[in-house]
């Protein structure tokens, strides 16, 4: 069988997901797009041999589409996903699932009502081998009780058009779900701390900042995020346990040995350090429609990290400790 999938958003992430899905995932085809960019989106169907709708909305309806994969502007995002759940079509929406936590919530509770989970969010980094050697070092005891966290995310740049807050949003929503999933704890407060800003950013963004996250069971967490750090993309963690730590460095892509000195590069950005997490995150994605589970990142999943990373860039705003609030977990995602 061959899962069907209409992709909504042909930019950066879209086209990268949709040029995967139709060559290098088995089980899967691209039968749509859509994009506001119509000539991009006609380019991107052209190539991967599918068909450019005229609106997201026809494409959800479109009997030719079973499943939608989502790769459009984040604000997007809770209304494209409530249709999808309407027309009961399966769906893996790029982070964030919705801007705010009032938007997510109205997408649970369609799911809820629709009885089933339909929705995946896009947080890959719980398909990296590495990632995933770390959490079954911790799920296996070997380093006793997880206590602490240090961890970094940094860019080489972002676009002009990136705000401070988007370092909350954007970047360390990653490591907000992370920390959630390796843990097996929600976030209950942050404190955001922007340092003395790097001249490459002073004046116009909030850069590096650090922030420190406390988890339900006492455990606590510090994320450096520094988006213009300007030599690569640099992720590394390292979770301290009570009887030892487990740490995931940053792959290192060539070395070179010359002159008394060992010279390593680091990958250039998020598609070359995460290209194996997306491959994985769309093969399972996709094998488990056909086998209909659905146990990838969930609603809750894209709620808790929307609200996490909301309560963030107040904190950075007030200054302040501030507390996170979730509503209940519905049973659907327990
Ligand atoms: P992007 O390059 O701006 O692509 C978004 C595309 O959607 C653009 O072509 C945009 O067109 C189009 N668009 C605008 N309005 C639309 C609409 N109503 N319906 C459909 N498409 C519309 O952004 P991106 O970097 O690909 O990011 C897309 C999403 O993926 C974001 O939520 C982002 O956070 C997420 N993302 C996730 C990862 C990850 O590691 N998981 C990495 C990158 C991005 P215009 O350019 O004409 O506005």
Request: hydrophobic content about 45%.
């Amino acid at each position: 069988m061959t899962l069907a999938v209409g992709v909504i958003g042909t930019g950066n992430i879209g086209v990268y997901h949709a040029r995967r899905l139709a060559s290098q995932i088995s089980g899967a085809q691209v039968t749509a797009v859509f994009d506001v960019a119509t000539e991009r989106a006609a380019a991107v169907a052209k190539e991967v041999g599918a068909v450019a709708h005229r609106s997201w909305t026809e494409l959800v309806e479109a009997t030719e589409v079973e499943a939608v994969l989502i790769a459009s502007p984040g604000p997007l995002h809770a209304e494209q996903v409530l249709a999808c759940i309407a027309a009961g079509k399966p769906v893996l929406c790029e982070k964030p699932l919705a801007t705010t936590g009032e938007d997510c919530l109205k997408v649970i509770a369609a799911e809820v009502a629709f009885g089933r989970r339909l929705v995946q969010v896009g947080f890959m980094r719980r398909y990296d081998r590495a990632y995933r050697v770390v959490k079954a070092a911790i799920d296996d005891g070997n380093i006793g009780q997880p206590l602490l966290a240090h961890m970094v995310h940094r860019n080489a740049s972002v676009p002009d058009s990136f705000t401070s807050d988007m370092s909350m949003t954007d970047s360390v929503i990653h490591e907000i779900d992370t920390i959630r999933w390796l843990f097996g704890q929600e976030i209950v407060t942050t404190t955001v701390v922007a340092s003395k800003p790097s001249p490459q950013t002073a004046g116009r963004l909030r850069d590096p900042q650090l922030v420190l996250l406390e988890l339900a069971d006492g455990a606590v967490v510090d994320v450096e995020v520094f988006v213009n750090c300007q030599y690569g993309y640099d992720v590394r963690c390292e979770i301290v346990g009570s009887t030892g730590t487990v740490s995931m460095d940053n792959p290192s892509t060539t070395s070179l040995l010359r002159n008394g000195q060992r010279i390593e590069t680091v990958p250039a950005d998020w598609r070359v350090r995460f290209d194996t997490a997306y491959q994985d995150e769309l093969q399972e994605w996709v094998n488990g429609l056909t086998a209909g589970t659905a146990d990838g990142p969930s609603s809750w999943d894209g709620y808790a990290a929307a609200v996490v990373a909301n309560s963030a860039v107040s904190a950075l705003a007030d200054g302040a400790r501030t507390e996170v609030t979730l509503v209940d977990r519905p049973g659907l995602y327990t």
